[in-house]
Nanobody, 129 residues
Framework: QVQLVESGGGLVQAGGSLRLSCAAS????????MAWFRQAPGKEREFVAA????????YYLDSVKGRFTISRDNAKNTVYLQMNSLKPEETAVYYC??????????????????????WGQGTQVTVSS
C-alpha cells in the first residue's frame, strides 16, 4: 500500500504561482509513474500532468502546457507540480496519483484516471480573480 500526501495548495491571485508537492510512502517510488489530476465542484476529475518512472517523459493537459511543470525527485520520493500564470477557472482540488502498471507509456493511457492505483487526499487550490 502506498500513501500519497499532497501539500502546497492555497489561495492565490490570478496570474500567480503555486508549487504542489506529493510525498509517497514507498521505497520503490522510482518504479511508479506519477500524475496530477484536478476536480472542480460539479465537474469530473481531469488529467493535468504525468511523469514517467525516470522523469524523462511527461504529458500535459493542453491548456496548461507552458505554464505548469511536473517533476520528480526519486531520492526524496516526491513529485512536484509547479503552476504559473494561474487562472480562476483552475480552482479545484488537486490530486496526486501513482501507478505501477501504466503501460504503454502513451497519452491515451496516462491521461485516464482509472490507470492509477493510488491517490492522495487532495489539496485545494483557489485562484481569485
Amino acid at each position: 500500500q502506498v500513501q500519497l500526501v499532497e501539500s502546497g495548495g492555497g489561495l492565490v491571485q490570478a496570474g500567480g504561482s503555486l508549487r504542489l508537492s506529493c510525498a509517497a510512502s514507498t521505497r520503490a517510488f522510482s518504479n511508479y509513474a506519477m500524475a496530477w489530476f484536478r476536480q472542480a465542484p460539479g465537474k469530473e476529475r481531469e488529467f493535468v500532468a504525468a511523469i514517467n518512472w525516470s522523469g524523462g517523459s511527461t504529458y500535459y493537459l493542453d491548456s496548461v502546457k507552458g505554464r505548469f511543470t511536473i517533476s520528480r525527485d526519486n531520492a526524496k520520493n516526491t513529485v512536484y507540480l509547479q503552476m504559473n500564470s494561474l487562472k480562476p477557472e483552475e480552482t479545484a482540488v488537486y490530486y496526486c496519483a501513482a501507478s505501477l502498471l501504466l503501460r504503454p507509456w502513451d497519452r491515451v493511457v496516462v491521461t485516464r484516471a482509472g490507470g492509477y492505483n493510488y491517490w492522495g487526499q487532495g489539496t485545494q487550490v483557489t485562484v481569485s480573480s
